[in-house]
């Protein structure tokens, strides 16, 4: 299949453009950045807000993995009116398929960043297009993020009773080239990590695992979406579900095969970190991510 992936430079579309090459696919991979085609790659320029460039984008291929965010401080930008300019533009190419990455509890909590990927949802799911969503939990790779950012703290705020469900964004990226793969569901799915976790819990593995001592100092977060959290509204029980563990995220365990000073298999298909060139997207602009962990410290278990 021909496939379009907008947000190919994101998280989880670095992720994602390899697994549909690796599935024999043909990628067009959509950035605000120029970018050199490669392989079975072919990188086109678009805005999604603007609009600039979408109808190019979307001519000739058979899907759409639409993966672009705008995140939690974009308003939405890429989310709702990007998905609207998307969804006009499918529609006049003909596209068969759209699926649209989402956030599990979209549909519960709107609240906030919710609230524009439920809006985005409604887009896709009223657009008259063959249409599949994949709401996941958080990624691994974007609470490491989040932890590296106030590791700093000598004291770290924990609230034991936020709920947090941790997937690594290569399952999801599997899971999202299976369903785009597919015949449109028309309907929503979830896609969780193996653990819900407590926000203590997570924090003290990541500490633990990065060597590093911190006061916890146990608080109740504020606010409606941590409410949520706390209610369990942002994790699911769906099936499939990812497998890779939050410790195995941040400690992957050595592969049973590996030879000595050998292949990093392991690394290399399912922990390329947040710090990783890989996932920089400004430094590496080359799809065959997971190039290695260069400058970061990942501990290793035995
Ligand atoms: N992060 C999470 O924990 C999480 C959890 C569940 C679901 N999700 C969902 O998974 C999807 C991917 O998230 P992510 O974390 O991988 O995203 P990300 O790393 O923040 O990347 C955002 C992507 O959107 C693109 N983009 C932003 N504005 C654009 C615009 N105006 N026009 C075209 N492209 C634009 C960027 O491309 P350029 O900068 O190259 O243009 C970039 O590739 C989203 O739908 C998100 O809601 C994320």
């Given amino acids: 299949m021909r496939i379009l992936v907008t947000g190919a430079t994101g998280m989880l579309g670095r992720a994602l453009v390899p697994a549909l ?41 058979d899907a759409v993995a639409h993966l ?7 308003r939405g930008a890429a989310d709702i009116p990007g998905t609207r300019q998307l969804v006009l533009a499918a529609r006049d190419a003909g596209i068969g398929h759209v699926l649209l990455t989402s956030m599990v509890g979209a549909d519960r909590v709107p609240v906030g960043y919710l609230t524009y990927k439920l809006e985005a949802e409604r887009l896709v799911a009223g657009s008259g297009l063959g249409w599949t969503v994949l709401r996941s939990t958080p990624f691994q790779q974007w609470l490491h993020r989040r932890l590296r950012d106030y590791a700093s703290l000598p004291v770290l705020p924990v609230d034991p009773s936020v709920l947090v469900q941790p997937v690594h964004t290569g399952e999801v990226a599997a899971r999202a080239a299976e369903l785009i793969a597919g015949a449109p569901l028309g309907a929503a799915v979830e896609f969780g990590g193996p653990q819900v976790l407590g926000h203590a819990e997570l924090t003290r593995t990541w500490c633990r695992l990065h060597g590093l001592r911190r006061m916890f100092l146990p608080v109740r977060f504020p606010g409606r979406l941590h409410a949520a959290e706390r209610a369990g509204d942002l994790t699911t029980d769906a099936t499939p579900a990812g497998t890779i563990t939050w410790r195995d ?32 997207p400004e430094q590496d602009p080359d799809v065959h991510v997971y190039g290695g962990d260069d400058g970061y410290e990942r501990p290793t278990r035995s």
């Fill in 249 to 280: 995220f941040l400690a992957p365990p050595a592969p049973a095969d590996t030879p000595p000073g050998g292949s990093d298999d392991f690394a290399t298909e399912h922990t390329a970190s947040p710090t990783s060139p890989a996932t920089q």
């Fill in 21 to 61: 090459v690796k599935a024999g696919h043909q990628v067009r991979a959509l950035s605000r950045t120029k970018r050199e085609s490669r392989g079975n790659v072919e990188w086109v320029w678009g805005d999604l807000f603007s609009g600039h460039g979408i109808p190019e984008a979307v001519a000739g291929v």
């Fill in 68 to 74: 672009a965010t705008s995140g939690r401080k974009g």
